[in-house]
């Protein structure tokens, strides 16, 4: 294969190369033969045998714009404006939000979103201390009360004076364990803000990264869109007119977008659209394994 496309396809143990390559009679499925070529090959090239009957292809690593138009098949669907905004990006095109896009994606990157406490559990402790100091409190009045009357009326209260100091330990520590169980509910709430502030900072980001996106794809697809639509009317196979550039089939839509793209890597042709493989590779002047 030719340098900026790829060297060297291997189907089991043979190897065939060249700027077209022709893998009608090797019954291949395409999309394997397509997974290959985004795959690295085997360390040591094709020295040797791993017992994989899969195809390995040995390219450089393909551009973004593959994922949208380095398999052309029957049927496919092509986003064509996303396909098209990639195809000016292998070529060298930039947009204005670029920059603004990058630091967004940084952003985005580096923001953590905690995960929302548990603020039923501690709610939940919390109301119960507060039903238990409630309860201990009544208690404990009720007691001092019994042995203020006892002294008052000269009877022997040193058991109730017992009942009372155990009453006001218990009553001290519930106190403790409600304290304890508001920091709690606070220290909960305040992670539930963050982790709520978080995701509406991350709304926000997606949401301009979004409008970035669009805008930046509006942008590239407008450069490259009159390259595009010559490309439409000389596909081989193609309608006679089309209406509208971005509702063409698909198997249309991606060899025009292809012909638009700079290519480092195979396109993996699975359509009857060219006299022979080597006619395809001319046309979009890139290699191409037709399978």
């Known amino acids: 294969m030719s340098g900026d496309g790829g060297r060297a396809v291997r189907v089991d143990a043979e190897t065939a190369s060249g700027r077209a390559v022709d893998l009608r009679d090797g019954g291949l499925d395409p999309e394997r033969v397509a997974a290959a070529v985004r795959e690295e090959p085997p360390p040591g090239g094709f020295a040797g045998s791993d017992g994989d009957r ?10 973004p714009v593959h994922d949208h138009v380095g398999l052309v098949r029957p049927s496919m669907c092509v986003r064509v404006r996303t396909a098209l905004a990639a195809a000016a990006r292998s070529r ?5 939000q670029d920059e603004a ?7 985005l990157a580096d923001l953590t979103v905690p995960a929302p406490p548990d603020l039923d559990t501690p709610r939940e402790r919390l109301a119960g201390t507060d039903d238990a100091v409630d309860r201990i409190r009544e ?7 019994r042995v203020q009357a006892g002294r008052e009326a000269g009877r022997e209260v040193g058991d109730l004076e017992d009942e009372l100091a155990e009453a006001t330990r218990e009553l001290s520590e519930r106190e403790t364990e409600r304290t304890a169980a508001r920091e709690a509910v606070e220290r909960a709430e305040r992670l539930a803000r963050e982790s709520r502030d978080a995701r509406e900072r ?4 997606e949401d301009r990264r979004a409008n970035l996106e669009r805008r930046a794809r509006a942008h590239l697809v407008e450069r490259a869109r009159r390259e595009y639509e010559d490309a439409l009317a000389a596909v081989a196979g193609g309608p006679e007119t089309v209406d509208d550039p971005f509702a063409v089939d698909g198997v249309t839509a991606a060899l025009a977008v292809g012909r638009v793209a700079a290519f ?6 699975a359509c ?4 022979s493989p ?5 046309w979009l002047d890139a290699t191409v394994i037709r399978v």
Do not use: N
């Not at 899969?54 to 551009?63: E, K, L, N, T």
């Not at 060298?92 to 204005?96: I, K, L, Q, Y």
């Not at 208690?139 to 009360?145: I, K, M």
């Not at 009857?272 to 006299?275: C, K, P, Y």
């Open 139 to 145: 208690r404990v009045a009720a007691l001092r009360g």
């Open 54 to 63: 899969g195809p390995v292809v040995d390219c450089p690593r393909p551009r």
């Open 101 to 107: 896009l990058a630091d967004v994606r940084d952003e």
């Open 202 to 205: 991350r709304r926000r980001l």
């Open 272 to 275: 009857d659209r060219f006299e």
């Open 278 to 282: 080597d006619a395809a590779a001319d």
């Open 264 to 269: 480092r890597a195979p396109v993996v042709l």
């Open 92 to 96: 060298g095109g930039e947009a204005p």
